[in-house]
T-cell receptor, first 115, second 113 residues
């Protein structure tokens, strides 16, 4: 099976712009989670989508949003970019359905730089 | 609030030696899973080991083992016979029902030849 893929891998944007990141989960995985990784902060949970519905949301401002399509692919959008949004954005998919089978498979990430 | 603390930002170990990475967490929930993930330099994060909170027996995966102390909310990772390929950032994490992970800030491990 192909792994989790994320596009683009690298992105440079200017303050105030908006950006959309894409994530394709492993085939058959219905849960997709997004994380922001910065040095010293570790991974901060953004949100998780399951069957096109946002199931969990982290403590991020409303500028961060996401969605999931019927084929489980997910997009994350950040509007009005700030310098502090520069980070590695990781996507992870999971085959979880109901019970605790919560192994997550991570993509390579999108490195976003805001100038 | 759920938190994960990794108090060792950086560690190093000689090749073939044993090293232990510390992790403590805080949750009022009783059902959860604990994980150690490894992120090699410029490579994808991968699962190292998983522990179910309801199991008293410590998980083991080849050279990797954990010391899970539920009452103390401690979950340390022991790497035996360290290899150069073990050089990576290691993240401790736990998940509650609902698939929301909580990660620590990571420990950067360097294996010295």
């Amino acid at each position: 099976k192909a792994g989790v893929t994320q596009t683009p891998r690298y992105l440079i944007k200017t303050r105030g712009q908006q950006v959309t990141l894409s994530c394709s989960p492993i085939s058959g995985h219905r849960s997709v989670s997004w994380y922001q990784q910065t040095p010293g902060q570790g991974l901060q949970f953004l949100f998780e989508y399951f069957s096109e519905t946002q199931r969990n949301k982290g403590n991020f401002p409303g500028r961060f949003s996401g969605r999931q399509f019927s084929n489980s692919r997910s997009e994350m959008n950040v509007s009005t970019l700030e310098l502090g949004d520069s980070a590695l954005y990781l996507c992870a998919s999971s085959p979880v359905v109901e019970v605790l089978s919560y192994e997550q498979y991570f993509g390579p990430g999108t490195r976003l730089t805001v100038t | 609030a759920q938190t994960v603390t990794q108090s060792q930002p950086e560690m190093s170990v000689q090749e073939a030696e044993t090293v232990t990475l510390s992790c403590t967490y805080d949750t009022s929930e009783n059902n959860y899973y604990l994980f150690w993930y490894k992120q090699p330099p410029s490579r994808q994060m991968i699962l190292v080991i998983r522990q179910e909170a309801y199991k008293q027996q410590n998980a083991t995966e080849n050279r990797f083992s954990v010391n899970f102390q539920k009452a103390a909310k401690s979950f340390s990772l022991k790497i035996s016979d360290s290899q150069l390929g073990d050089t990576a950032m290691y993240f401790c994490a736990f998940i509650l029902t609902g698939n929301q992970f909580y990660f620590g800030t990571g420990t950067s491990l360097t294996v010295i030849p």
